[in-house]
């Protein structure tokens, strides 16, 4: 497998890779020549590329995981799944919805399979709650909530290529299209602009299912810098007759050490003597299954990933304009 894009996220892919015994780390690529080099050596690749069309060109390499920034994602995406490749493309499928499409179109008649890492479907807790759910434990989904908040220090660099909604709520949609099964037919956004970086810090988004069912979303990209979680994450899902509440990261583990309490992530890519674990590993994991097995993909398929990028995308222009959004 080759990884194409090798900026913090690339190189946690690289992390998690790993420690998958099905997959051997085997290429690189970044346009930038220093951390190519930096990351060849931490990694001990050898195959070093500056254009992702050398990599894709070589038969040794079967797989490529695309961890360029979401506007960069139709070229490379189509030009992987046309050479037979299969390929984990990271979340936001793409920028646009027609870009989401063209990439969909490419990967049917590929050799390969496409997956799209919309992760928050590999944490087991929304995995129990999908169970829940099908099981018709709580009725027919009526109402849904979430926040997913991280600290300010995070997301200077993150504000200047994405926004919190399209950057983070987009995981919450893709998790309430998942349990509803349903579609977002309308949405209401606001957002506050805290830290006048390209784009805001916070995100207020709310959405009506075609169904009936109503969903709040908050997304808060400015936690204050004494904040001791990496992630407050939590969903509410209130059916006719039960409801299901996840909680994720804070509070499950206290660190205090000289400076304050700590409460890292243990749930989505830890770190274990040097290898990625978690949601991550059990993706790539996944990912493996699939392409080894030569079986379809049934989470993380491009259409799910599509929906979630329409909405999400909606509820940004609904942010700009003060208006409804309707979709579809």
């Known amino acids: 497998m080759g990884i194409i894009g090798l900026g913090w996220f690339g190189e946690i892919h690289a992390e998690t890779i790993a420690g998958i015994p099905e997959i051997e780390l085997a290429a690189l690529c970044t346009r930038t020549p220093e951390r190519l080099a930096a990351m060849g050596e931490k990694f001990g690749v050898k195959k070093l590329f500056r254009d992702y069309n050398d990599m894709l060109a070589d038969p040794e390499i079967d797989a490529v995981s695309i961890c360029t920034m979401w506007d ?22 793409a920028s646009t919805v027609e870009d989401a499409r063209a990439i969909t179109e490419a990967s049917k008649g590929s050799k390969g ?23 018709g434990r709580i009725g027919r989904i009526v109402a849904l909530s979430s926040r997913r908040n991280i600290p300010a220090a995070w997301t200077p660099t993150i504000l200047e290529k994405i926004g919190p909604i399209v950057g983070d709520a987009i995981h919450d949609t893709d998790i309430m299209l998942w349990f509803t099964g349903d579609r977002v037919v309308s949405t209401y956004a606001q957002t506050v602009d805290v830290r006048g970086l390209k784009f805001p810090d916070i995100g207020q988004t709310m959405y009506r299912f075609a169904g009936g069912a109503s969903a709040t979303l908050e997304t808060v990209w400015c936690m204050p810098e004494k904040t001791p979680f990496d992630i407050d994450e939590r969903m509410s899902i209130i059916g006719t007759e039960g409801i299901i509440h996840v909680q994720d990261t804070f509070p499950n583990i206290g660190i205090v050490d000289g400076t304050r309490l700590h409460s890292p992530d243990t ?29 379809p993909v049934t989470i993380g398929t491009p259409e799910n990933a599509t929906a979630a990028l329409e909405a999400t995308l909606a509820a940004e222009e609904s942010a700009r304009t003060g208006e409804i959004v309707r979709i579809g």
């Open 267 to 295: 749930t989505y890519w830890p770190m274990f003597n040097g290898v990625r674990g978690g949601a991550l590993r059990e993706e790539f994991g996944y990912f493996a299954s699939c392409a080894l097995g030569g079986k």
């Open 72 to 93: 960069q994602h139709r070229e490379p995406a189509i030009a992987a799944l046309q050479a037979g490749k299969h390929v984990f493309l990271e979340k936001p499928i």
């Open 113 to 135: 399979i496409l997956f799209i890492g919309h992760i928050v479907r590999f944490n087991p807790r929304y995995r129990m709650a999908k169970q829940a759910i099908d099981e």
